[in-house]
């Protein structure tokens, strides 16, 4: 696995610096170069973490991933916290783009709640096979207080209060009832992708997904006014 992570790293790095070449007069080259090695660096890592998770990211290997020296990765990150840390950041960024914003052209209210749903869907079932950062982090920072488990912490929290923020919308459109309690829901939907994630990715029962989304319509036929 490490190699072929290396083999597609090395040609990211050599694309950029061959776009970097073409486009830049030399005033910024250095700071280019550093922004772009970087991103390419944390692109690496995210890869490797969705596999063998954050605790397994080290320099030494994404040294090897990348083809660069292992001062050469220390010195754009300085420690495997905040390498680990960087990922995390990575990893919401995407999870933000895929699942979040889009679902804000939807209408509010219900169309949005189950826009966001549908988006988180759609990147959970494309995780069965490379894993989720937020489910695999917490299993490995759930006991260990610091800065890691803090980044990670407040990413989810950061999901679930918008999750929450899009139950109470709903209700305040009148398209779910007034007894119903957002951080329930939130609870009880998120409950269905970590029950996805268990019965497609470990057990590998089929029709998880389909079971995950009837169990969605249930929760807000229950709460609709």
């Not at 029950?195 to 709460?223: C, D, M, T, W």
Request: hydrophobic content about 40%; some cysteine; glycine content about 8%.
């Amino acid at each position: 696995m490490l190699q072929d992570m290396h083999t597609m790293t090395v040609r990211h790095i050599t694309s950029l610096s061959q776009v970097s070449q073409a486009t830049d007069d030399g005033g910024g080259r250095t700071l280019m170069k550093g922004r772009q090695t970087k991103a390419t660096i944390v692109e690496a890592a995210l890869g490797l973490a969705s596999q063998i998770g954050l605790e397994g990211l080290s320099i030494g290997a994404l040294a090897e991933v990348t083809g660069m020296s292992k001062s050469g990765v220390f010195a754009h990150f300085g420690s495997r916290e905040e390498l680990q840390i960087s990922v995390i950041r990575e990893y919401h960024d995407r999870f933000e783009s895929e699942v979040f914003y889009p679902a804000l052209s939807c209408a509010r209210g219900l169309p949005r709640l189950q826009s966001l749903f549908d988006n988180w869907m759609q990147r959970t079932t494309t995780e069965i096979d490379s894993g989720c950062i937020y489910i695999s982090g917490a299993v490995e920072f759930d006991d260990r207080p610091g800065s890691v488990r803090d980044a990670l912490a407040s990413s989810v929290n950061t999901w679930q209060n918008a999750l929450q923020r899009s139950v109470a919308q709903a209700q305040e459109e009148k398209h779910l009832t007034p007894k119903a309690d957002p951080l329930q829901m939130a609870f009880e939907i998120h409950g269905l992708i970590l029950a996805l994630h268990y019965e497609a990715r470990f057990l590998r029962n089929p029709g998880a997904a389909q079971r995950a989304r009837k169990g969605f319509s249930e929760i807000v036929a229950r709460n609709q006014a």
